[in-house]
């Protein structure tokens, strides 16, 4: 009878150790959103990354509008009840590097940034300035004025190689391009958003752009076309924004994050998640895309792009196109090709030439 | 000289939000209530405006909505801070995270729908005045309202028996309340009048500047009229001067970077505090030498009854 005892006991030991070993089955996912989750862009697309994590059985719990400031104390109360955290601003960066290295159990993940450790932080992001450089290029073909509009959320380096990427792509098919920048300091304002795209306007710019979290420029345009006839368009950022303005929408850079999310919270459940790799992913991976075009965009636009676009996907375009191919800065100083890699472009601080904006 | 005009004119424009906002403050610290809860109920008047504008595209029915409602979310303030007598300061500031999470709640399946924004109407012989008339008078509706509520304000707190008794409300409820007058009236009064104006300032949002819905559409714009009701005396024309220059500022932030000059955003985002502080300090300096009170003597006071002072 003892010998029973002891082989079930030894039994369910055994089968409770390799279910350990073997990871989860149900990941507890964290997360810092920096707007509201439902601002129409940026911190939208990551919800509903996190969100579609929910279909595989995973617990997900995020905190929206989450202060930059606060990060340190806000991941580390998420580490304390999850497994693995994310962090989706660029700001958030330093205060996640001190809760990694308070609560050394738990999977810290940064977007967007460049620091890390060696046991169980890292980074990732989505290499968004292949599609800006593809909506430049429709940019470039549909403006008359050759002037683009830039609503700028802050100078990062992120934001930067994104306003080059669109520029070089729209000097591609149109040398005469000048883009204009305005800063608005702030990741989401709209009051401020809203004047800085009529700003913009007045300051003869057909193409408006954003690189903040709310679609301001996409209605900005397609009020100004409706109310005093102008001939503007608009593009769109991170999410689709064309049910926002539908007769002036050209097209946008978007995100898609569950994969990238599925991906690593698979690697937690299975025990193969590792540091230092820092994730960089684009158009190819489908973790950047371009967004619905407009109903109005001219056919021979579209396929220009879609050439562009397909020629990328085949491998003809390295990842770090166009960078790759040499830029000049503003000042005049050339930057030769293939001197361009991850880390130039993560310390991107120049405008290429043809920006015009305070840097 | 045609930036320069349209640096004025974004200023109006960026102004109007604050100028209710501050009128709102005016009116209900004059009768000595405070009211940090403007943050609040302008996003609840931007999101009952948005909402009712989306319902039945009517300007006017969203603008009185807004109005109502915010009124009507004041006398919360008012059942805490004069009928319970708690602290005017903690009700205030639960005030604002009252409407910032009302306004998300019931806001969070709106975004993404617009609104058709209000049209300018110049007022016809004065928009062709050099430089005042694009800048004063080639606004929407609502700017011009805002300067009959200018008019209007001033004209109650300082030519009306009403407006004594607000203003005294303020000074010295104990006297008022020997001369019969119900304190708790009369502030109750301002406090929604005022919470009207508030919510007027945050339906511009959805009705004029950002004509869709989007959490915290105020961009934090409340805060900055809870400073500039100090920064203006409470009083309501200087409101006005102080409501322009703060837009001023809002607008020069973004304009400057056109013009190729490189001043700190973060500066000019303080500003507006700095300058509150500069004025507050100078004036009050100048006043004590001279004996004067501005600031309404009762403000914040909780009033009761038969007590003495």
């Known amino acids: 009878m003892k010998k029973i005892i002891a082989l079930v006991v030894g039994a369910i030991i055994l089968i409770a150790a ?7 089955e149900n990941v507890k996912v964290g997360y810092l959103l920096v707007g509201p989750k439902n601002d129409g862009g940026w911190s939208m697309r990551h919800e509903q990354g996190f969100q579609s994590l929910t279909k595989y059985g995973h617990k997900v719990s995020g905190i929206e509008m989450a202060p930059e400031a606060e990060a340190a104390k806000l991941l580390g109360k998420l580490a304390r009840k999850n497994d693995i955290v ?10 996640m590097v001190k809760a990694a290295k308070k609560h050394p159990d738990t999977i810290f993940m940064h977007a967007t940034g460049y620091k890390g450790n060696d046991t169980n932080m890292d980074n990732y992001g989505c290499m968004s300035y292949q599609a800006r450089y593809l909506t430049g290029i429709a940019a470039g073909l549909m403006t008359k004025t050759n ?28 040398p005469n391009i000048e883009v204009n920048v305005i800063w608005i300091n702030s990741w989401f304002d709209p009051p401020k958003d809203m004047d800085a795209a009529k700003a913009l306007l007045d300051g003869g710019n057909d193409i408006l752009y954003t690189t903040t979290d709310s679609p301001s420029v996409v209605v900005v345009a397609q009020k100004a076309w409706k109310r005093d006839g102008k001939e503007v368009w608009s593009m769109g950022n991170d999410a689709p924004m064309g049910l926002n303005g539908p007769d002036r929408y050209i097209t946008g850079m978007m995100f898609h994050w569950s994969g990238v999310y599925k991906q690593l919270v698979d690697e937690v459940a299975a025990g193969t998640w590792k540091p230092n ?8 991976q489908n973790c950047v895309a371009l967004s619905p075009w407009g109903i109005n965009v001219p056919g021979k636009v579209v396929n220009t792009v879609e050439t ?31 001197t361009i890699k991850r880390r130039e472009l993560d310390t991107m601080n120049y405008f290429v030439q043809g920006v015009v904006g305070a840097l | 000289m045609e930036f320069f005009i349209q640096i004025l004119i974004a200023a109006v424009v960026m102004g109007t939000p604050l100028l209710f906002a501050t009128l709102g403050g005016v009116i209900s610290e004059r009768a000595g209530v405070i009211n940090l809860g403007m943050e609040g109920l302008m996003l609840v008047g931007a999101l009952v405006a948005f909402v009712v504008m989306l319902n039945t595209e009517n300007y006017f029915y969203a603008v009185a909505a807004a109005a109502l409602a915010s009124g009507l979310v004041s006398i919360i303030h008012g059942v805490v801070c004069l009928m319970l007598r708690a602290s005017q300061i903690a009700s205030g ?9 009302l306004s998300g709640l019931f806001g969070d399946k709106l975004t993404g729908e617009t609104v058709e924004p209000l049209s300018r109407i110049p007022i016809p012989g004065l928009h062709a005045i050099p430089v005042l008339g694009p800048v004063l008078f080639n606004h929407d509706v609502l700017v011009y309202f805002s300067y009959i509520c ?7 707190l300082y030519k009306t028996r009403l407006g004594l008794n607000i203003r005294s409300m303020g000074e010295a409820p104990e006297v008022c309340d020997s001369l019969g007058l119900s304190v708790m009236g009369y502030r109750f009064f301002a406090l929604i009048v005022g919470g009207m104006l508030v919510g007027i300032g945050g339906a511009y949002f959805p009705l004029a500047l950002t004509p869709f819905w989007v959490d915290g559409i105020t961009g934090g714009r409340g805060w900055i009229a809870v400073a500039l009701v100090i920064f203006a005396f409470w009083d309501p024309v200087k409101a006005l001067g102080g409501a322009y220059l703060f837009g001023l500022a809002l607008a020069l932030e973004l304009r400057l970077q ?4 490189e001043m700190s955003p973060y500066f000019l985002k303080m500003l507006p505090f700095v300058l509150t502080i500069l004025v507050l300090t100078l004036v009050t300096i100048r006043n004590n030498r001279r004996g004067i009170q501005v600031m309404p003597a009762a403000l914040g006071k909780v009033f009761f009854r038969g007590e003495k002072h």
């Not at chain 2, 200018?150 to 109650?156: C, P, Q, T």
């Open chain 2, 150 to 156: 200018v008019g209007l304000s001033w004209w109650l």
């Open chain 1, 147 to 174: 002037k683009i509009g830039v609503v700028g959320s802050h100078p990062i380096p992120e934001i930067v190689r994104n306003i080059n990427a669109l520029t070089i792509g729209a000097q591609s098919v149109n």
């Open chain 2, 93 to 101: 500031l639960a005030l604002t995270f009252f409407g910032t999470g």
């Open chain 1, 277 to 284: 790799r820092r994730m960089n992913l684009g158009l190819k």
């Open chain 1, 308 to 338: 562009v676009k397909t020629t990328w996907l085949d491998d003809e375009l390295d990842d770090f196109y166009p960078f790759s191919a040499g830029v000049t800065k503003r000042d005049g100083t050339k930057v030769p090709a293939d």
């Open chain 1, 86 to 95: 994310f962090a989706t601003s660029f700001g958030y960066m330093d205060g």
């Open chain 1, 18 to 24: 390799s279910i350990s070993l073997s990871g989860k």
């Open chain 2, 258 to 261: 056109v013009l190729g000059i």
